[in-house]
């Protein structure tokens, strides 16, 4: 078994392919060179920190938790919602199980809590990480269609569908309502 600090190292190498993982689903919509699930991770933890600040939950929580939630993809890729009817959803316990196994205790108990608190939603900082990658993809969406791409619009309905907090379906009103550019002129 690798000492400590190696498994962490291993583990970060692992970490650096969602740079690198395309947010497949884009594809479809035409999208040439979609974000990487990295770039969503990042923008969902942000999210997840003002919808839990407004919604009275831990910031701090609700961010970590949206920085964990795609981490998986460095195993299976992003599988689009297309390919559901062909294959059976991986269980993302299980695949961190198995990516955090060599880690020390406490930062492999970290990271698989926060998944399994996130796949949960039963705290309310587990829905606003929820809500927040919902979020960020229906902006990434609404930005996609302002570059041209005018097929999006599955994408920005199924988001705002999903959403659980009231703080988040005011947003997702309010970014439909908005331009992208128009934060540089708020």
């Known amino acids: 078994m690798a000492d400590e600090a190696t ?3 291993a583990f970060g190498y692992e970490l650096g392919v969602l740079k690198r993982v395309r947010r497949a689903g884009w ?3 035409g999208v040439r060179d979609p974000e990487s699930v990295a770039e969503h991770s990042v923008r969902a933890a942000q999210l997840a920190a ?3 600040a407004e919604e009275g939950a831990s910031p701090e929580r609700a961010a970590f938790l949206a920085l964990w939630h795609d981490t998986q993809e460095t195993r299976t890729g992003d599988l689009p919602h297309s390919a559901q009817p062909y294959l059976v959803k991986p269980d993302p316990r299980a695949i961190t199980a ?4 060599a880690l020390p205790a406490r930062s492999g108990s970290a990271v698989r ?3 399994d608190e996130y796949e949960a939603r039963s705290t309310v900082a587990a829905r606003c990480a929820k809500d927040a990658d919902k979020l960020e993809m229906l902006l990434q969406a609404l930005e996609y ?3 041209g791409v005018s097929t999006v619009e599955e994408w ?3 988001a705002r569908a999903d959403l659980f907090t009231d703080t988040a379906r005011r947003v997702a009103d309010a970014a439909v309502a908005l331009s992208p550019l128009a934060w540089r002129t708020l």
């Open 50 to 52: 003002l919808l839990a």
């Open 27 to 29: 594809w479809q919509a």
């Open 145 to 147: 269609r302002a570059a």
């Open 98 to 101: 198995d990516q955090t196994a």
């Open 113 to 115: 809590s926060a998944v």
């Open 7 to 9: 498994a962490l190292a």
């Open 156 to 158: 920005i309905s199924s």
